[in-house]
């Protein structure tokens, strides 16, 4: 299985350069245009590196590795930016990034940089990278969007199964609606969010089985998935 990579550039051409040579080095590359749809992107596919360009429409490179850094602690990801200045790198490393790659860079410089820090965390091509939770009785399937209890299978739709995961990676914490809305839908807005209250209805309804199993709504902030233990 190819490492797979999150490129978020908002320079059309550059993006398409530097997803075309990593694509040739035999990673597999997303490519996102600005912040929002980047985020919207990270939470729709499981990925082993992050490639963001700071200066960005919507939602810049350092806050958007805020978002990913509540969703995922150890994911790689490096900055690319046209500032050098010693503060911005200190800024990008205090927003969760690992590595930084100032503008104009060369291909090589690049492929080293991406391939140093999948190294760090030990992705190699070819390795697989299945992820699975544990919600109480269930086990929810993140790559393929399947949640089981016992002999009981339960397919999830792309975005039942988005939300669950962005619960499930903070059971037992409120999770804001607003950044659910953002990493599902890539907006929030009115509509949107009454499309998100049905999923919820539903999602509660698939893990009704369990009693420790509950998806809470937390008035004016978000959700909460608890779940107690057996102890």
């Not at 958007?64 to 990008?92: H, Q, S, Y």
């Not at 690992?98 to 070819?126: C, M, Q, W």
């Not at 939300?163 to 950044?179: D, G």
């Amino acid at each position: 299985m190819k490492p797979r990579i999150l490129l978020v550039e908002d320079d059309t051409n550059l993006g398409f350069v530097i997803s075309d040579q990593l694509k040739m080095e035999g990673y597999d590359v997303t490519l996102a245009s600005d912040g929002m749809d980047g985020f919207k992107r990270f939470n729709e596919e499981t990925y082993d590196l992050c490639i963001f360009d700071v200066m960005m429409p919507k939602k810049d490179g350092f806050s958007l590795a805020m978002d990913v850094r509540k969703i995922n602690l150890t994911i790689p990801i490096l900055f690319l930016t046209a500032k050098a200045m010693t503060e911005d790198k200190i800024k990008g490393f205090n927003a969760g990034g690992d590595d930084y790659l100032t503008k104009p860079f060369s291909s090589e410089e690049l492929k080293l940089r991406v391939k140093a820090l999948l190294k760090r965390v030990n992705i190699h091509a070819g390795s697989e990278n299945e992820e699975k939770v544990q919600i109480g009785d269930y086990t929810f399937d993140i790559s393929n969007y399947i949640l089981t209890n016992g002999s009981s299978e339960k397919k999830l739709t792309k975005k039942e199964a988005h939300i669950l995961k962005i619960l499930s990676k903070f059971q037992n914490q409120v999770v804001a609606r607003e950044m659910v809305l953002n990493a599902v839908w890539g907006k929030n807005d009115y509509f949107v969010g009454r499309s998100l209250d049905v999923f919820i209805t539903k999602l509660r309804k698939y893990v009704a089985a369990d009693s420790k199993v509950v998806i809470e709504n937390i008035h004016g902030i978000g959700f909460k998935l608890t779940v107690e233990s057996d102890a």
